[in-house]
């Protein structure tokens, strides 16, 4: 993994950032694993559901819309900015690892850091079905909330009262769950917190069957859409 930034927030170090992006399930989904991610250049990983699987919450226009275009032009645009470079060959976590905070490599961050947010909000849900809590994430949220419904209302209220585009974050602070938000393509992993779930909240995300309306949205996607199982594998 290249050098870490000593200027990152909290002054991350090279193990605390690889805990937190190990931790995040990265070889868990497809196409960001660290195998997968050494391989240049990187490529748009596949939906892991049908692009109408998670209608008529989001639907199969805003699907092919978020993942097909937006998505694969963070990917297509990463790829340009290393092609040459030190980086053509580094791991995703690794390029928004050295990239963090550094003014004259923003782009490449910027577009690193949404291709690797993106892939993790595509696992972060699932098509509807039964709200399938696992009981060790169940006692987790308990003991760092008070309870599950307390849980989604501070994530309903990260994503809401999120300034213009970002994201609101289900995260492990060592043994402790908390709920963070980041603006634009900032992400936990910088911080050294280990994200469970996210919830994308840039408009282009809900706006196709929304409109302005980002808190049904929000809260739709936590009553229905969330994939708890993932946020526990996230925890292993």
């Known amino acids: 993994m290249t050098t870490i930034l000593s200027s990152l927030s909290g002054g991350l170090s090279r193990r605390s950032f690889v805990a937190a992006a190990g931790g995040a399930s990265l070889a868990a989904f497809a196409g960001v694993g660290r195998a997968a991610a050494a ?34 032009a963070y990917v297509d645009n990463l790829n340009k900015l290393i092609a040459g470079t030190d980086l053509a060959a580094t791991p995703l976590e690794g390029i928004i690892a050295a990239t963090a905070g550094k003014a004259d490599q923003a782009a490449i961050f910027n577009n690193a850091a949404q ?22 994430l169940k006692a987790k949220l308990e003991t760092s909330f008070g309870s599950v419904e307390a849980c989604k209302q501070e994530l309903a209220a990260a994503a809401v009262s999120q300034f213009g585009s970002g994201w609101a974050w ?16 900032d992400c936990p992993l910088t911080q050294g917190l280990r994200p469970l779930l996210t919830i994308d909240v840039w408009e282009h995300a809900y706006y196709l069957d929304y409109q302005n309306r980002r808190a049904d949205y929000v809260k739709v996607v936590i009553d229905k859409l969330l994939d708890w199982e993932f946020a526990v594998k996230n925890l292993a």
């Open 39 to 72: 391989a240049a250049p990187h490529v748009l990983p596949p939906l892991p559901y049908a692009d109408d699987a998670l209608a008529p919450i989001i639907s199969a226009q805003t699907i092919g819309f978020h993942h097909g275009k937006h998505h694969k």
């Open 115 to 136: 291709t690797w947010n993106h892939t993790f909000y595509w696992r972060s849900i699932r098509p509807p079905r039964g709200e399938v809590i696992p009981a060790a």
């Open 170 to 185: 289900l995260v492990a602070d060592g043994g402790k769950l908390r709920i963070v938000k980041t603006g634009n393509a």
